[in-house]
């Protein structure tokens, strides 16, 4: 293999597909970048894979000769990182000894690496369900519900985004057993005439769970696209794969049933309380500062009479805080606790003006949900139980 390349693209691919190195491999090949380059078409690509995540980047070259050969991830990442980027960087192996040479304006630099024969393939579907999706929507349905999901490894699904398809739109869920966040979307696939969405075929309903860790990559992935670029899907026997432009990212799912979220949403409420969403959360943030301290705890007390909420928190021993914001509420005055955290992170995710809170009693699911918006969110939280 010898070739010659960028060593800014190189260094950016560099950077992404390292997210799907591992950091304890099982195997030492895994904590190497699989390197392919191609005379034919002129191309360097990239591949890191775990076994759960993969994913591979193309960039330009111009090969002389074609080859294969898988070197240490962090090592490579770091010196090519500090090479110089206003002169080409040129890349050569000696397929003898399975050492890299490369060189640039900075210096020269040999690293021994593992032949690529060792390297695992990459997953990639062929056959099932293949569909061409909106890139900002898929965007939207994952970072909408991806903060709620668990961090419990023990609860393996709950570590996961539930994704609904069906007929055209997704259905996306996430839950950590305290809170759970849900975003309809009537159509995600990917309007060629962007006229008319009648012209979609529709698709049968189907369910999957990814993890999080995957879907936080694939929504970085999503970040760098052109507003509502296609981005093409494929799913087969447990495994997902994602391609756009020279872009590949490969997960496999989550095995199981997903829980029934629907169930622990109640079919109505007796009390609303409507705030301004941005006064709420800039509320929520400085009190949060003495929640901290303690357990995450504060209260929301609301005043039928004054049309006022109080927020407020105790860190024994350490101080306390209240804040006072007006809301419109249909109830009779009531008190109900949460863990802030829990509400900043699902109140920032929002893109609304006004938030309703609904509910039924301080120990029964509460409800946040958009009022201004076309945007189809709910986000249940559990309340915390109040000691007096």
Excluded: W
């Excluded at 591992?22 to 191309?43: E, F, I, Y």
């Excluded at 056959?127 to 961090?151: D, Q, R, V, Y």
């Excluded at 009693?361 to 007096?388: C, E, G, H, K, W």
């Amino acid at each position: 293999m010898k070739l010659n390349c960028s060593q800014s693209e190189l260094n950016i691919a560099l950077q992404l597909v390292s997210r799907a190195v591992s950091a304890r491999p099982t195997h030492p090949v895994l904590a190497n970048v699989l390197l392919t380059a191609d005379a034919s078409t002129g191309k360097l690509c990239l591949t890191g894979f775990d076994l759960s995540l993969g994913i591979q980047i193309s960039l330009h070259a111009s090969v002389e000769k074609s080859g294969q050969i898988t070197l240490p991830a962090k090592l490579l990442g770091e010196i090519v990182s500090k090479l110089s980027n206003d002169s080409p960087l040129c890349l050569n192996l000696d397929e003898n000894s399975q050492q890299v040479e490369l060189i640039s304006k900075s210096g020269t630099y040999q690293m021994r690496g593992m032949i690529a024969d060792d390297f695992p393939d990459l997953p990639l579907v062929e056959t099932g369900t293949a569909l061409e999706l909106n890139s900002t929507f898929l965007s939207n349905a994952i970072k909408s519900t991806l903060f709620a999901s668990s961090t419990d490894e023990a609860k393996q699904l709950l570590t996961g985004v539930n994704l609904t398809f069906n007929g055209k739109g997704v259905e996306s869920a996430a839950t950590d057993g305290h809170r759970l966040a849900v975003l309809n979307l009537d159509n995600i696939l990917y309007d060629k005439n962007d006229d008319n969405e009648n012209n979609i075929d529709e698709f049968e309903k189907f369910s999957i769970t990814l993890p999080s860790k995957s879907l936080r990559e694939v929504e970085r992935f999503l970040s760098n696209f052109a507003n509502n670029q296609p981005v093409n899907f494929f799913i087969d026997k447990g495994q997902v794969v994602f391609i756009a432009s020279d872009q590949v990212i490969t997960i496999r799912t989550l095995d199981g049933s997903y829980p029934n979220y629907s169930q622990l949403i109640p079919e109505s409420f007796s009390k609303t309380l409507t705030f301004d969403r941005k006064e709420l959360i800039s509320s929520l943030e400085r009190i949060a500062v003495l929640a901290d301290q303690h357990n995450n705890v504060i209260k929301i007390s609301a005043d039928n009479d004054s049309n006022i909420v109080k927020i407020t928190t105790e860190a024994q021993d350490i101080g306390s805080g209240s804040e006072s914001l007006p809301v419109v509420m249909n109830s009779e005055s009531f008190q109900i606790a949460f863990n802030v955290r829990y509400l900043l992170e699902g109140l920032k995710v929002i893109d609304t003006t006004t938030i309703q809170l609904s509910c039924n009693s301080a120990t029964t699911p509460a409800v946040f949900s958009p009022l201004d918006t076309n945007f189809n969110f709910i986000y249940l939280v559990m309340p915390i139980q109040i000691r007096n």
